[in-house]
Structures are given as structure tokens and as C-alpha cells.
């Protein structure tokens, strides 16, 4: 059984960078063919997908947000981290660290609310 957690702070000033981590259980971050992602969802919003990491290890990411977000994963840890930068208001959402590819994401953390305010 897979359990996702993630863990982060609840409130980041504008234009700094945001890093939330997500821990995994139950199951390694290397074992094929799982991908490993952060989706998030704005206030008022629908689901965003923000970017990927599969058991390889090479990462993807949304076009809009490429720029200024990395994803890297510690396999020791068994974790992935997103990394966001030049944070401003309308970064403000809920994030949830999901296993799964487009079509089936079918395992969720309970998401972690980040706030973007000054």
C-alpha cells in the first residue's frame, strides 16, 4: 500500500522559491514503470499538472511553469522535492504529490496548502 505525504511551508513571500517535499511509503520511487508527480489546484481553480518525475529519474515538466521549476528526487529517502521560483500571488494553491500518469493518477497525498502573500 502507497502512502504520499507532503511537507512544506504554509506561506512563501513573492519572488522567493518554494520547496515542498513529498515522502513516500510502501512502495520505492525507483520501481518501473511508476512516475511520480505534483499536481496543484488554485482557489476557485481546476487541477494543474506541474511536473514528473518517473523511476528513472528524468524529469518532466508543464511548459507554462518550465522555467522556474526544477523536480529532483532522493532515492536514500525514498522522496521527491519541487522546487518553484519567483513565487508570486497566483502560485498561491493547494499542492498534492500523486503517483500516476495522465489518465490515472491513482494515488494521492492528502495536498499541503501554500499561500504566495507578502
Known amino acids: 500500500q502507497v502512502q504520499l505525504q507532503e511537507s512544506g511551508p504554509d506561506l512563501v513571500k513573492p519572488s522567493q522559491t518554494l520547496s515542498l517535499t513529498c515522502t513516500v511509503s510502501?512502495?520505492?520511487?525507483?520501481?518501473?514503470?511508476?512516475?511520480w508527480n505534483w499536481i496543484r489546484q488554485p482557489p476557485g481553480k481546476g487541477l494543474e499538472w506541474v511536473a514528473a518525475i518517473p523511476y528513472s529519474g528524468s524529469p518532466y515538466y508543464n511548459p507554462r511553469l518550465q522555467n522556474r521549476t526544477s523536480i529532483s528526487r532522493d532515492t536514500s529517502k525514498n522522496q521527491f522535492t519541487l522546487q518553484l521560483a519567483s513565487v508570486d500571488r497566483q502560485d498561491t494553491a493547494v499542492y498534492y504529490c500523486v503517483r500516476g500518469t495522465t489518465g490515472d493518477f491513482e494515488s494521492w497525498g492528502q495536498g499541503t496548502q501554500v499561500t504566495v502573500s507578502s
Open positions: 510502501g512502495v520505492s520511487i525507483t520501481t518501473e514503470y511508476y512516475y
